[in-house]
């Protein structure tokens, strides 16, 4: 069936900001503006569409990415409304790996904040050319400027507004578009749907010319031929700024900046607006393939060998398992067999689905540039590539970062043990950064995530979705340990109980390395004291060893060891020998090494009137904090530092106490730093005490 839509037209966007600044809200308007939905959401109503969960509507935040499709100006634009918490950022990173561009969203008052960074650091790793919008332009302390000011010296983004506002907070009446030169005044009667052009106000005349002189000369500075041209005649057309903006931005030289009030319904048809102009296409940009046969290109055509990224999994109650891809190339049909190429499986598409929220449209077949939802695959995980059976390729995956805090659970009945399996292991493939595992030791089992309310969020799911009720133990934090000194020693594993008894031998040497560098293992073996088919079980022995650290019972991280002599015997050696010698010796020489132990450290932010400033920063400090920056945020003072993970539980009560409800407290995964050693022997006491270690 021929395309109806050509590849050029269509957008896969979504939508990236701090929490709070207003993405669920600009997500509806957007749908509403398109004709996609005939009601307007609220979020404090708990009617949003694409807060379609539960808990999204009670807590009224998002906690889920959600897409939809939609037509504006004979273009169809693919939406992701991505979560804003950083303990959902796993949803930002994969919706980011399969995005050809992004709306990165600003309060008008809050500005660049710490999720709004680390989204943007997100969508640079990725390459992804953005939009910026500035909300909440009518709230009390709203500044467009600021923001863009913010934009340029805070994320070294090349912010150029393409439209200004008149007015702000209480009298903030539309916007000036910049490259139409007119004022722009949205209907209140009907909620925002219609506007009117009008000639722009003499008092803003003359600030309106400054900002199209700033685009104009912005836009003549990304093209030889329109800078001869601008010094020339001193001005641009209409047709030649649309042009150099859009190749400026799906280049990233250039974010061009909107302004608006999704809330009182202003700005949105300028920002869909931007979207279509400026945004790539799938053709415009390269696709993020990068492919371990380097010789293998894909073109973004329908005609091309068929290649998708899976970046996404869920459950629904009637389909079963929905697994997201992005299609980079080619075409796919219901009941096609494809090859899973990252396990090397062939599987089948059952359907194929465009996703509305949680709503679904069956769809013949997905072309090259479409986000949809496959049933059938049910051994597909996220980050893997489906490709067709005659050309094998696999994509890059998708890097999640490592969860920072863990619980313990147990079933309180019978029938909850049976079922919590399952739902653990739905749950667990749904989400990357939701690690389940099993302390030997304790008999536990352990649940590992991004922080409280993530696990809050995926037990409450569990109850709700799969029945199951369970007993949640406090909250663990993934300590880790490392060596400060070299070491070096040998280690011999002998066995003999009669027969063919184990003989393995090794020399070692263990050197700590710089914070972050991991693992590396060097093997310095020459001639035959050590045959070569023993080394890699002598690399898992010390890999082994690294899981539980002899120090504390915590991964071992950031150590060299170099394998640097050993022995071996004809008969008795194997590679269980050589496997336990290698641990053995590891765990040995890492004693030696003056181990210490590591926390993670959180970037904390807390953003409260300056009243509260003392009580805050005091409160910071008796948690071992380091304060390193209190800044003017919106007419509020935003206080940031550095502090341990084990101080902060709980903080976020303390934080809404403390400033009688006027605060507000982000945190994110900063880096891990080492405990002070009055404080790692208590935290070694207490893992004896509970038999976590032998």
Not at 156 to 173: H, L, S, Y
């Amino acid at each position: 069936m021929p395309r109806t839509i050509p590849l050029a037209r269509i957008r896969n966007i979504g939508i990236v900001a701090h929490i709070d600044a207003g993405k669920t809200t600009v997500s509806e308007r957007i749908l509403f503006y398109s004709g996609r939905t005939y009601k307007m959401g609220e979020v404090h109503d708990g009617e949003a569409v694409m807060d379609w969960m539960d808990q999204e509507r009670e807590r009224g935040i998002t906690i889920t990415s959600a897409a939809t499709t939609l037509s504006w100006n004979d273009h169809r634009v693919t939406l992701i409304d991505t979560p804003g918490h950083v303990d959902f950022t796993v949803e930002v990173e994969r919706s980011l790996r399969v995005l050809d561009g992004a709306v990165a969203l600003f309060c008008a008052v809050g500005g660049v904040q710490p999720q709004s960074e680390q989204v943007w650091r997100q969508s640079e790793k990725y390459s992804v050319p953005k939009l910026a919008f500035v909300n909440k332009m009518d709230r009390i302390g709203a500044d467009f400027f600021g923001i863009v000011e913010e934009i340029q010296n805070t994320l070294d983004g090349n912010a150029v507004p393409v439209t200004i506002p008149i007015g702000r907070e209480d009298a903030f009446e539309g916007i000036v578009d910049l490259i139409a030169m007119k004022a722009v005044y949205y209907g209140e009667e009907d909620r925002g749907r219609t506007w009117r052009e009008a000639p722009i106000p003499a008092a803003m005349r003359g600030e309106a010319e400054r900002w199209r002189a700033n685009l104009v000369e912005k836009s003549a500075e990304q093209d030889d031929a329109l800078l001869e041209q601008f010094l020339r005649t001193g001005n641009l057309s209409e047709e030649a700024i649309l042009g150099t903006v859009r190749k400026s931005t799906i280049a990233r030289r250039i974010v061009p900046v909107y302004c608006g009030s999704a809330f009182k319904n202003k700005g949105i048809q300028r920002l869909l607006d931007g979207i279509a102009r400026f945004l790539p296409s799938p053709e415009d940009i390269p696709p993020i393939i990068r492919a371990r046969d380097a010789r293998i290109e894909l073109a973004p055509s329908d005609d091309a060998p068929f290649a998708a990224l899976a970046f996404k999994i869920a459950t629904d109650r009637h389909m079963g398992k929905l697994v997201f891809a992005r299609v980079y190339a080619g075409t796919a049909q219901s009941g096609r067999p494809i090859l899973n190429s990252t396990h090397g499986r062939e599987e089948r598409i059952g359907r194929i689905l465009r996703m509305h929220a949680n709503r679904q449209e069956p769809l013949e077949e997905a072309r090259c540039g479409d986000i949809v939802a496959l049933v059938g695959l049910s051994e597909t995980r996220t980050g893997d590539t489906l490709c067709c059976l005659e050309r094998p390729i696999v994509l890059e995956s998708i890097e999640f970062p490592a969860p920072v805090i863990s619980v313990s659970i147990r079933p309180k009945g019978r029938a909850d043990r049976n079922r919590m399996g399952a739902a653990l292991r739905h749950l667990a493939d749904e989400d990357p950064t939701f690690v389940v595992s099993f302390d030997d030791e304790t008999r536990q089992m352990i649940l590992s995530g991004m922080g409280e309310l993530h696990l809050d969020v995926l037990v409450e799911r569990m109850r709700r979705e799969f029945a199951v009720q369970a007993d949640i133990g406090r909250p663990e934090v993934a300590y880790r340990e490392t060596g400060m000194n070299t070491a070096e020693g040998h280690y011999k594993h002998v066995k003999q109980t009669g027969g063919r008894g184990q003989y393995g031998h090794v020399c070692l040497r263990l050197e700590p390395l710089a914070a972050g560098a991991g693992f590396e293992f060097v093997n310095k073996i020459k001639g035959g004291n050590i045959p070569a088919s023993y080394i890699p079980p002598i690399e898992r022995g010390i890999l082994k060893a690294m899981e539980r650290g002899p120090y504390a019972g915590y991964p071992v991280v950031d150590m060299r060891v170099t394998l640097l002599d050993g022995s071996f015997h004809k008969v008795d050696s194997s590679d269980i020998a050589f496997f336990e010698a290698a641990r053995m010796c590891f765990k040995q020489l890492f004693l030696q090494s003056r181990p210490q132990l590591l926390e993670p450290v959180m970037f904390v932010e807390v953003t409260c009137p300056e009243e509260y400033m003392g009580a805050v920063s005091g409160s910071i400090c008796q948690r071992r904090g380091r304060i390193e920056a209190m800044d003017d945020r919106g007419g509020a003072k935003a206080i940031s530092g550095m502090t341990p993970l084990s101080e902060m539980f709980g903080y976020s009560t303390v934080a809404r106490t403390l400033t009688q409800g006027r605060g507000g407290f982000t945190m994110h995964f900063e880096h891990y730093e080492a405990v002070p050693f009055a404080l790692a022997e208590d935290i070694m006491k207490k893992r004896r005490a509970e038999n976590k270690i032998r």
